[in-house]
Structures are given as structure tokens and as C-alpha cells.
């Protein structure tokens, strides 16, 4: 009997400081928007991502609110020698919460820092158990289950400004850290029902058997082949190419544009002229 009741109350105040954090953080957040977004950083979008000068303004605000959350309660670290700088975080930031337009979210709740290199970088492959990674390799970015995202400056620039190729490194980083919220990164992140894992397993088994057969026959694709990679892989892709060349993956992979479409909440052809 008193073991429950130690349980009971150690649950108890585990719930109340969980209220506590909660309520905490959303003052401080409504606090943080309170004051008007920074023109400098406006500045940055308009150089740096094309999209935010066509979203319409009801969007704008919303990228414009997550932005500054991002910033304020995720980590930026500079490594290899580079100095982190207004341009650095506003431009990754506004990638990142792209992928957060409209949807009922947090701002990445498992991300806690966000490591920027210089250009690409040597570290090891995505792992669940090793931090950092063992498997020595180049890397442009990196998605880690335990809190971190890995990039390189220089290609999340050339990925912002270049929005129409259909290569954001960001974008795909941000994508695994979506897919890896439910504790595995396989390709299926957390849908707003049940009912919706049925569609969404069919369509993207069949989309991605089909990038797999035409990176083997050395066939175009509006999607890179690197998604023939694994699930997870294709997902992230996918995700780029949804952002990025709307129009052709909606003409080409209808069911695949609509998927996305009803995950990230948003219309990327409306924008994408």
C-alpha cells in the first residue's frame, strides 16, 4: 500500500512539473512573439529563400512565429572553425519550419542542437545507438534520433537559394527528424489517424519500389535516386521534391503529391511559379 502511494505521488509531481515545463514555455513564447520579427532576418528570407516572397502573408507569419521559436529553444553550434551568424541560424530555421506550416505540432520536440560545418564534413553513418556515429564518411547533413541534426553550411545555402532542384539538404534532415519522432525512422512519421497508415504504406511502397526499379534500369526520375535507398531515404526525398518541383511530382506522382499534401498541410504548387 505504500509502495502504490509513493508511486501514486512521485507520478503526481513527474505530471505537475510536466504543467509546469508546458506552461512555462508557452508564456515564454508568447512572449517571444510579442515583439515584432527582426527586419534584418526578413532581409535574410527575401535573399535567401525565394518562397517566402510568394507564400501568402497568412503563412508568412506562421514561418515568420516558428522561426523564432527554433532559434530561441534550439542549440546552434559552429563546427570546424565556423562562426555562426544571424544569416546561418534564420536560414535554417526558415527551412526547417517550412515543414511545419499549418500542421497541429511542436516545434521538433526531440531536437535539442543543431551542428553547422563550414562545407561538407567527416562523420560516420546515421545511428540509433552511437553518438557520434562510428562508420567514417563525407557528409553534407545528418539526422540523429537523439536530438541533433548535422549540416553543411555551404549546402544548405545553395539548397535555400537553389529552390527549384529539387536538393535541400535542410529540408531532408528536418524530414528524418519528423519520420524519427515515433522513436524509428522507417518512412512512416506520425499521422493524425490510424485510419491513414493503410494509404499512406500503400502509396509510398509502391513509389518507392518504383524509384528502386528505375535507379536499377538507370532511368530518370523527378525524385533523386538516393531515396531508393531505404524507406527513410525516400521519405526525406519525397520531401524535398515536394517543396521543390511540386508542379512535376503532382503531374507525375498524383497519389504520392497527395500524401505529402495531407501530411504537411500545404499546397506547394500554389507558390511554385
Known amino acids: 500500500m505504500k509502495l502504490l502511494l509513493f508511486f501514486f505521488i512521485a507520478g503526481g509531481a513527474v505530471w505537475g512539473v510536466k504543467i509546469f515545463m508546458t506552461v512555462h514555455k508557452q508564456k515564454k513564447r508568447r512572449l517571444l512573439l510579442s515583439t515584432p520579427f527582426p ?7 527575401q535573399e535567401n529563400l525565394p518562397p517566402y516572397q510568394k507564400i501568402p502573408a497568412r503563412l508568412k507569419k506562421q514561418l515568420q512565429d516558428s522561426i523564432r521559436i527554433f532559434i530561441s529553444e534550439k542549440s546552434f553550434e559552429g563546427c570546424g572553425g565556423l562562426t555562426l551568424t544571424d544569416e546561418i541560424r534564420v536560414t535554417i530555421a526558415a527551412q526547417a519550419c517550412m515543414l511545419l506550416l499549418n500542421r497541429q505540432c511542436d516545434c521538433y520536440p526531440k531536437l535539442y542542437s543543431v551542428l553547422v560545418y563550414p562545407s561538407t564534413y567527416v562523420a560516420g553513418t546515421r545511428s540509433r545507438f552511437a553518438l557520434p556515429p562510428s562508420d567514417a564518411s563525407v557528409r553534407l547533413g545528418e539526422s540523429w534520433n537523439h536530438g541533433a541534426v548535422v549540416l553543411a553550411w555551404d549546402s544548405v545555402k545553395q ?12 529540408m531532408h534532415e528536418f524530414a528524418h527528424q519528423l519520420d524519427q519522432e515515433d522513436g524509428r525512422g522507417d518512412g512512416a512519421p506520425i499521422l493524425e489517424m490510424r485510419s491513414a497508415y493503410s494509404a499512406w ?39 524535398e521534391t515536394f517543396f521543390e518541383k511540386p508542379l ?3 503531374k507525375k506522382h498524383p497519389e504520392l503529391y497527395y500524401e505529402l499534401q495531407g501530411f504537411y498541410k500545404v499546397n506547394p504548387t500554389e507558390w511554385a511559379n
Do not use: C
Request: aromatic content about 14%.
Open 159 to 170: 539548397g535555400a537559394v537553389n529552390f527549384r532542384d529539387g536538393h535541400n539538404v535542410t
Open 39 to 45: 527586419q534584418k532576418w526578413s532581409a535574410i528570407l
Open 248 to 250: 512535376q511530382m503532382k
Open 201 to 239: 504504406s500503400r502509396v509510398f511502397s509502391k513509389e518507392y519500389e518504383l524509384l528502386q526499379y528505375k535507379t536499377f534500369k538507370g532511368e530518370k526520375s523527378v525524385m533523386d535516386k538516393y531515396g531508393a535507398t531505404d524507406p527513410a531515404e525516400f521519405f526525406a526525398v519525397a520531401t
